[in-house]
Protein backbone atom coordinates (compact mmCIF):
# COMPACT_ATOMS: atom_id res chain seq x y z
CA UNK A 1 0.00 0.00 0.00
CA UNK A 2 2.18 2.78 -1.41
CA UNK A 3 -0.34 5.44 -0.27
CA UNK A 4 -0.23 5.19 3.33
CA UNK A 5 3.14 6.15 3.15
CA UNK A 6 2.16 9.46 2.71
CA UNK A 7 -0.79 9.67 4.66
CA UNK A 8 0.78 8.62 7.81
CA UNK A 9 2.47 12.03 7.91
CA UNK A 10 0.94 14.37 9.68
CA UNK A 11 1.25 17.25 6.74
CA UNK A 12 -0.54 14.64 4.40
CA UNK A 13 -1.42 17.86 2.03
CA UNK A 14 2.16 19.00 1.39
CA UNK A 15 3.09 15.24 0.58
CA UNK A 16 -0.02 14.79 -2.19
CA UNK A 17 2.68 14.89 -5.15
CA UNK A 18 1.61 14.44 -8.65
CA UNK A 19 1.18 10.78 -8.31
CA UNK A 20 -0.77 10.62 -5.32
CA UNK A 21 -4.24 10.94 -7.46
CA UNK A 22 -3.29 8.08 -9.70
CA UNK A 23 -2.44 5.97 -6.96
CA UNK A 24 -5.56 6.15 -5.08
CA UNK A 25 -8.29 6.56 -7.92
CA UNK A 26 -6.66 5.14 -11.02
CA UNK A 27 -8.25 1.79 -10.18
CA UNK A 28 -12.12 3.00 -10.49
CA UNK A 29 -11.47 6.53 -12.36
CA UNK A 30 -13.17 5.43 -15.13
CA UNK A 31 -16.41 3.99 -13.06
CA UNK A 32 -16.80 6.92 -10.46
CA UNK A 33 -15.52 10.13 -12.37
CA UNK A 34 -18.05 10.64 -15.08
CA UNK A 35 -18.98 14.47 -14.61
CA UNK A 36 -21.43 14.35 -17.94
CA UNK A 37 -19.71 16.54 -20.07
CA UNK A 38 -17.34 14.46 -21.69
CA UNK A 39 -18.70 14.72 -25.59
CA UNK A 40 -19.15 18.58 -24.83
CA UNK A 41 -15.85 18.99 -23.92
CA UNK A 42 -14.69 16.95 -26.66
CA UNK A 43 -16.47 19.04 -29.09
CA UNK A 44 -15.39 22.27 -27.72
CA UNK A 45 -12.16 21.91 -27.85
CA UNK A 46 -12.50 20.63 -31.15
CA UNK A 47 -14.22 23.64 -32.24
CA UNK A 48 -11.46 25.94 -30.49
CA UNK A 49 -8.91 23.95 -32.02
CA UNK A 50 -8.33 23.90 -36.23
CA UNK A 51 -7.52 20.49 -37.66
CA UNK A 52 -4.46 20.72 -38.19
CA UNK A 53 -3.68 21.73 -34.47
CA UNK A 54 -0.75 20.32 -31.83
CA UNK A 55 -2.95 19.65 -29.17
CA UNK A 56 -1.32 19.79 -25.09
CA UNK A 57 -3.04 17.94 -22.59
CA UNK A 58 -2.22 18.85 -18.94
CA UNK A 59 -2.80 15.72 -16.91
CA UNK A 60 -4.45 13.64 -19.39
CA UNK A 61 -5.02 10.88 -17.40
CA UNK A 62 -6.89 7.79 -18.70
CA UNK A 63 -7.70 9.41 -21.69
CA UNK A 64 -11.24 10.52 -21.02
CA UNK A 65 -10.81 13.44 -23.53
CA UNK A 66 -7.84 12.71 -25.45
CA UNK A 67 -8.61 9.56 -26.65
CA UNK A 68 -11.90 10.96 -28.69
CA UNK A 69 -9.76 13.89 -29.66
CA UNK A 70 -6.91 11.75 -31.08
CA UNK A 71 -9.80 9.54 -32.63
CA UNK A 72 -10.65 12.66 -34.31
CA UNK A 73 -7.84 12.95 -36.20
CA UNK A 74 -5.57 15.54 -33.87
CA UNK A 75 -2.27 15.59 -33.12
CA UNK A 76 -1.80 15.30 -29.69
CA UNK A 77 0.46 14.84 -26.63
CA UNK A 78 -0.28 14.27 -22.67
CA UNK A 79 1.76 15.28 -19.62
CA UNK A 80 0.89 12.79 -16.18
CA UNK A 81 1.76 12.74 -13.12
CA UNK A 82 1.17 9.55 -12.61
CA UNK A 83 1.74 6.29 -14.20
CA UNK A 84 -1.24 4.42 -12.77
CA UNK A 85 -3.36 6.39 -14.52
CA UNK A 86 -1.44 6.25 -17.70
CA UNK A 87 -1.19 2.63 -17.51
CA UNK A 88 -5.16 2.84 -17.69
CA UNK A 89 -4.71 5.01 -20.39
CA UNK A 90 -2.49 2.69 -22.55
CA UNK A 91 -4.78 -0.42 -21.80
CA UNK A 92 -7.49 1.31 -24.07
CA UNK A 93 -7.55 1.08 -28.07
CA UNK A 94 -5.53 3.88 -29.36
CA UNK A 95 -4.25 4.38 -25.78
CA UNK A 96 -0.81 2.90 -26.14
CA UNK A 97 0.11 5.60 -29.78
CA UNK A 98 -0.39 8.87 -27.34
CA UNK A 99 2.81 10.30 -26.37
CA UNK A 100 2.83 11.32 -22.68
CA UNK A 101 5.85 12.85 -20.66
CA UNK A 102 5.66 11.71 -17.03
CA UNK A 103 5.66 14.84 -14.66
CA UNK A 104 4.38 17.66 -12.47
CA UNK A 105 2.53 20.14 -14.54
CA UNK A 106 3.73 23.07 -12.33
CA UNK A 107 7.17 22.19 -13.74
CA UNK A 108 8.02 19.48 -16.00
CA UNK A 109 9.86 20.18 -19.02
CA UNK A 110 8.47 19.15 -22.59
CA UNK A 111 10.10 19.16 -25.76
CA UNK A 112 8.32 21.18 -29.00
CA UNK A 113 6.00 24.00 -28.98
CA UNK A 114 1.85 23.41 -29.35
CA UNK A 115 -0.93 25.40 -30.48
CA UNK A 116 -3.16 24.81 -28.13
CA UNK A 117 -2.98 23.02 -24.12
CA UNK A 118 -5.98 22.63 -21.97
CA UNK A 119 -6.39 21.49 -19.02
CA UNK A 120 -10.23 20.37 -17.37
CA UNK A 121 -11.94 18.87 -14.88
CA UNK A 122 -10.78 20.99 -12.11
CA UNK A 123 -7.30 19.79 -12.38
CA UNK A 124 -5.84 23.18 -11.83
CA UNK A 125 -6.86 22.85 -8.11
CA UNK A 126 -5.04 19.67 -7.88
CA UNK A 127 -1.74 22.15 -7.50
CA UNK A 128 -2.19 23.03 -3.94
CA UNK A 129 -0.08 26.19 -3.52
CA UNK A 130 -0.97 29.89 -5.49
CA UNK A 131 2.74 29.15 -6.81
CA UNK A 132 2.55 25.62 -8.27
CA UNK A 133 -0.27 27.57 -9.98
CA UNK A 134 1.42 30.38 -10.94
CA UNK A 135 4.36 28.12 -12.61
CA UNK A 136 1.71 25.66 -14.44
CA UNK A 137 0.79 29.14 -16.41
CA UNK A 138 4.08 30.05 -16.51
CA UNK A 139 5.51 26.45 -18.24
CA UNK A 140 2.35 26.06 -20.46
CA UNK A 141 2.62 29.47 -21.91
CA UNK A 142 6.15 28.72 -22.81
CA UNK A 143 5.39 25.92 -25.06
CA UNK A 144 2.37 27.94 -26.66
CA UNK A 145 3.06 29.22 -30.26
CA UNK A 146 2.33 32.88 -30.81
CA UNK A 147 -1.40 33.17 -30.97
CA UNK A 148 -2.29 29.63 -29.49
CA UNK A 149 -4.06 29.13 -26.42
CA UNK A 150 -4.93 27.56 -23.23
CA UNK A 151 -7.85 26.21 -21.92
CA UNK A 152 -9.08 25.41 -18.74
CA UNK A 153 -12.00 24.07 -16.98
CA UNK A 154 -12.46 24.86 -12.85
CA UNK A 155 -15.71 24.79 -10.27
CA UNK A 156 -16.37 28.46 -9.44
CA UNK A 157 -15.66 28.09 -5.28
CA UNK A 158 -19.12 28.13 -3.42
CA UNK A 159 -19.44 27.31 0.18
CA UNK A 160 -23.09 25.85 -0.07
CA UNK A 161 -23.63 23.63 3.24
CA UNK A 162 -20.54 24.72 5.02
CA UNK A 163 -20.91 25.22 8.72
CA UNK A 164 -17.75 26.36 10.76
CA UNK A 165 -15.61 25.36 7.70
CA UNK A 166 -17.01 22.05 7.63
CA UNK A 167 -19.58 19.90 5.67
CA UNK A 168 -20.22 16.07 5.25
CA UNK A 169 -22.60 15.11 2.30
CA UNK A 170 -23.82 11.94 0.46
CA UNK A 171 -22.67 11.62 -2.39
CA UNK A 172 -24.28 7.99 -2.97
CA UNK A 173 -26.50 5.55 -1.65
CA UNK A 174 -27.55 2.01 -2.56
CA UNK A 175 -28.19 -1.33 -0.65
CA UNK A 176 -25.20 -2.32 -0.70
CA UNK A 177 -23.20 0.96 -0.31
CA UNK A 178 -22.66 4.75 0.38
CA UNK A 179 -20.13 7.10 -0.34
CA UNK A 180 -19.83 9.91 2.03
CA UNK A 181 -17.79 13.20 1.66
CA UNK A 182 -16.22 14.77 4.51
CA UNK A 183 -14.62 18.23 3.69
CA UNK A 184 -13.08 21.53 6.03
CA UNK A 185 -12.30 24.44 4.26
CA UNK A 186 -9.48 26.65 5.35
CA UNK A 187 -9.86 30.32 3.60
CA UNK A 188 -6.29 31.42 4.54
CA UNK A 189 -4.58 29.47 1.69
CA UNK A 190 -8.14 28.43 0.08
CA UNK A 191 -7.83 25.05 0.42
CA UNK A 192 -10.46 22.76 0.84
CA UNK A 193 -9.42 19.33 2.32
CA UNK A 194 -11.68 15.92 0.95
CA UNK A 195 -12.15 12.99 2.59
CA UNK A 196 -14.15 10.39 0.21
CA UNK A 197 -15.75 7.56 2.75
CA UNK A 198 -16.42 4.69 0.48
CA UNK A 199 -18.37 2.05 2.72
CA UNK A 200 -19.32 -0.83 1.22
CA UNK A 201 -20.02 -4.89 2.11
CA UNK A 202 -16.13 -5.57 1.74
CA UNK A 203 -15.28 -2.64 4.67
CA UNK A 204 -14.02 1.01 3.89
CA UNK A 205 -12.34 2.96 1.50
CA UNK A 206 -10.45 6.31 2.22
CA UNK A 207 -9.79 8.35 -0.65
CA UNK A 208 -8.78 11.65 0.06
CA UNK A 209 -7.82 15.34 -1.67
CA UNK A 210 -6.61 18.31 -1.08
CA UNK A 211 -7.76 20.93 -3.70
CA UNK A 212 -6.30 24.43 -3.45
CA UNK A 213 -9.37 27.47 -5.23
CA UNK A 214 -9.16 30.04 -7.16
CA UNK A 215 -11.30 32.68 -8.03
CA UNK A 216 -11.91 33.59 -11.72
CA UNK A 217 -10.08 36.73 -11.85
CA UNK A 218 -6.90 35.47 -9.80
CA UNK A 219 -7.24 32.95 -12.43
CA UNK A 220 -6.59 35.80 -15.08
CA UNK A 221 -4.01 37.03 -12.85
CA UNK A 222 -2.15 34.02 -13.38
CA UNK A 223 -2.53 33.93 -16.87
CA UNK A 224 -1.42 37.54 -17.48
CA UNK A 225 1.82 36.82 -15.29
CA UNK A 226 2.28 34.19 -18.09
CA UNK A 227 1.61 36.59 -20.88
CA UNK A 228 -1.61 35.37 -21.78
CA UNK A 229 -4.67 37.16 -21.90
CA UNK A 230 -8.13 36.11 -21.62
CA UNK A 231 -9.86 35.53 -24.88
CA UNK A 232 -13.29 33.31 -23.99
CA UNK A 233 -15.14 32.72 -21.17
CA UNK A 234 -18.34 30.37 -20.58
CA UNK A 235 -20.55 28.65 -18.30
CA UNK A 236 -21.01 26.10 -20.12
CA UNK A 237 -19.37 23.34 -22.89
CA UNK A 238 -22.30 24.91 -24.77
CA UNK A 239 -20.97 28.30 -24.87
CA UNK A 240 -23.46 29.80 -22.46
CA UNK A 241 -22.68 32.72 -21.12
CA UNK A 242 -20.79 33.11 -17.19
CA UNK A 243 -22.76 34.78 -15.07
CA UNK A 244 -23.03 35.14 -11.25
CA UNK A 245 -25.16 31.84 -10.80
CA UNK A 246 -22.71 29.64 -13.04
CA UNK A 247 -21.40 26.80 -11.21
CA UNK A 248 -18.53 26.38 -13.24
CA UNK A 249 -16.09 28.22 -16.29
CA UNK A 250 -14.35 27.78 -18.85
CA UNK A 251 -11.90 29.62 -19.70
CA UNK A 252 -9.94 30.54 -22.96
CA UNK A 253 -6.63 32.42 -23.15
CA UNK A 254 -4.11 33.52 -25.84
CA UNK A 255 -0.85 33.90 -26.29
CA UNK A 256 -0.45 37.38 -28.14
CA UNK A 257 1.46 37.25 -31.97
CA UNK A 258 4.13 37.96 -31.98
CA UNK A 259 5.65 36.92 -28.65
C1 LIG B 1 -9.59 14.73 -12.27
S1 LIG B 1 -8.34 13.85 -13.10
C2 LIG B 1 -8.51 14.46 -14.76
C3 LIG B 1 -8.01 13.49 -15.81
C4 LIG B 1 -8.44 13.80 -17.23
N1 LIG B 1 -7.92 15.06 -17.69
C5 LIG B 1 -9.96 13.82 -17.31
O1 LIG B 1 -10.52 14.89 -17.59
O2 LIG B 1 -10.59 12.79 -17.10
C6 LIG B 1 -6.88 14.64 -12.54
C7 LIG B 1 -5.62 14.10 -13.16
O3 LIG B 1 -4.54 14.96 -12.83
C8 LIG B 1 -3.40 14.19 -12.51
N2 LIG B 1 -2.56 15.06 -11.67
C9 LIG B 1 -2.86 15.55 -10.45
N3 LIG B 1 -1.89 16.39 -10.04
C10 LIG B 1 -0.94 16.41 -11.03
C11 LIG B 1 0.29 17.09 -11.19
N4 LIG B 1 0.75 17.92 -10.27
N5 LIG B 1 0.99 16.88 -12.34
C12 LIG B 1 0.53 16.02 -13.28
N6 LIG B 1 -0.65 15.36 -13.19
C13 LIG B 1 -1.37 15.55 -12.06
C14 LIG B 1 -3.98 12.97 -11.82
O4 LIG B 1 -3.09 11.89 -11.79
C15 LIG B 1 -5.20 12.72 -12.69
O5 LIG B 1 -4.89 11.93 -13.80
Redesign the pocket.
Known amino acids: MRFLQVFLKDNWMENF ?6 LL ?2 ED ?1 DDL ?1 N ?1 GT ?1 QA ?1 VDLIAQVASPSSKLL ?10 LPLVHKGFDLTG ?4 M ?2 VAKLRAKPGGADIPVVI ?4 D ?1 DIEGTFDHAF ?5 LF ?2 TSQE ?1 QIR ?1 FANTAKRLKPGGTFLIETFVPTFDGFTDHQRVSTKRLDMNSVWIEAATHDPIEQLFAFQRIRITQEGTKLVPLPMRYAYPPEIDLMARLAGLRLRDRWGGWDKSAFTADSKFHISVYEKPLGE
Not at 17 to 22: A, H, L, M
Open positions: GPDTFGNAYHPTTELAIGTGRIAIEGSDMGDIAVLVFNTNLAC
